[in-house]
């Protein structure tokens, strides 16, 4: 079938089997130019591994440190006339390039929520790799079926307190608007909390730490934003930014255990606003991103998904004098982000955005092209009215 993109609110439906192994190409490639990373990981855990950061993380790990990785995700094969999800795609990519590295590349698809995918991981881990050495966590998921209890909780992003007002974008259309999102219900906060707070982190970790599979020293770390004041009653001061604070509890519990461990840790890094599948999903904050690009650009000091796990892999976690935390004991790599001159710049451009400049003040092209981009569609050296062959099955 000819696969071209259809994009349907902050979501595309459709998903290029050749643009996702290029674009895996493309991270792959720059994790080689950047050379190895001296005393990087070798047996590599990575929940949440089919897209964003963890598949950056994953990708990472492999090409940069010669790790063996097992990925775990949650991903929709293709059906009669429809392609498979991105993430789907993109681990066929990486797998078929680690493989032909000589790498071990196990994949896992399932709900990573769930005790039986747990159970099929430890025991993935017991056979093949005895124990792992660093512990990727990038769950994003709109649900969680608890294991215990079988409640499913639905998150949602929403302010806490008050109703928030402010501009939206609408990138596909690029319609910038005012949006207005009343406040979240205690329910939803809690709902929110259990979907992406730290409880099935603590999970995995204790699951792990039971079954005697983490190695001596080993590592963990889970993924999450602050950004800038503008986006905190959406983000930081939100539902999300609620269960980002619970995320940090569970960190500090884990890096306790880990101590114990053979002097390992577990840290929380915040990482740089992208356009990712769920930052899209988030109101205020694309039009955020498209400033932010904008500006970071013209400085020279963007970095994508790929660049930033790069950087966080070779100057923190396996870097001589180890990670560098901020007073909360978090690593920062989106340190250039929130440099004041750029954030000054932002909140400059901010209140002078309309529908009729939005070209001209923020990089909205490149937002609608990285949005593109994590679907396979605009990567170059790709024939997109050629017929694509959708259903490709996954070892």
């Known amino acids: 079938m000819i696969i071209k993109p259809k994009v349907r609110g902050f979501v595309c439906v ?33 929940i949440g591994s089919s897209t964003g950061y963890g598949l950056a993380s994953r990708i990472t790990a492999a090409f940069g440190s010669g790790a063996a990785t097992l990925g775990i995700f949650f991903e929709r094969p293709s059906e009669e006339g ?13 797998t078929k390039a680690a493989r032909a590295q000589g790498l071990y590349a196990r994949n896992i698809n399932g709900d990573a929520f769930s005790d039986d995918i747990k159970t099929k991981a430890l025991e993935a881990i017991k056979s093949d790799l005895g124990q792992v050495d660093l512990i990727i966590y990038s769950l994003a998921s709109p649900r969680r079926t608890h294991p215990k209890t079988g409640v499913t909780h639905k998150s949602v992003l929403k302010p806490v307190g008050a109703p928030y007002t402010n501009k ?107 356009v990712t599948q769920a930052s899209s999903a988030i109101p205020v904050v694309p039009l955020y991103i498209s400033i932010l690009y904008k500006i970071m650009k013209a400085e020279g000091t963007h970095e994508g998904c790929i660049e930033q796990m790069q950087r966080l892999f070779s100057t923190h976690l396996y870097s001589a004098g180890g990670p560098k935390f901020d007073e909360g004991g978090r690593v920062r790599v989106d340190d250039l982000e929130m440099r004041p001159e750029i954030q000054a710049a932002v909140a400059t451009i901010w209140p002078e955005v309309t529908t009729e400049n939005l070209a001209s003040l923020t990089d909205i092209a490149g937002y609608r092209s990285e949005f593109l981009k994590l679907f396979g569609f605009g990567l170059p050296g790709i024939d997109y009215n050629a017929e694509a062959e959708p259903h490709i099955p996954m070892d």
């Open 168 to 274: 939206t974008v609408d990138t596909d259309k690029g319609i910038v608007s005012t949006v207005t999102i009343e406040p979240a219900s205690p329910q939803e906060i809690a709902d929110t909390v259990a979907v992406m707070g730290g409880e099935d982190w603590e999970m995995w970790m204790n699951a792990l730490h039971s079954s005697k599979l983490l190695a001596p020293g080993a590592q963990s770390v889970a993924y999450s934003y602050i950004g800038p004041e503008v986006t905190w009653a959406i983000y930081k001061n939100g539902t999300i930014g609620l269960a980002k604070n619970d995320l940090e509890r569970a960190a500090r519990n884990i890096d306790s255990m880990l101590k114990l461990n053979g002097g390992g840790r577990a840290f929380i890094s915040v990482n740089k606003a992208l």
């Open 82 to 94: 429809r392609p498979a999800t991105p993430g789907w795609y993109n681990t066929i990519g990486f």
């Open 14 to 46: 459709t998903a290029h089997p050749a643009g996702c192994e290029a674009h895996v190409g493309e991270w792959i490639n720059h994790v080689n130019s950047k050379g190895p990373i001296a005393n990087g990981p070798k047996k590599v855990l990575v």
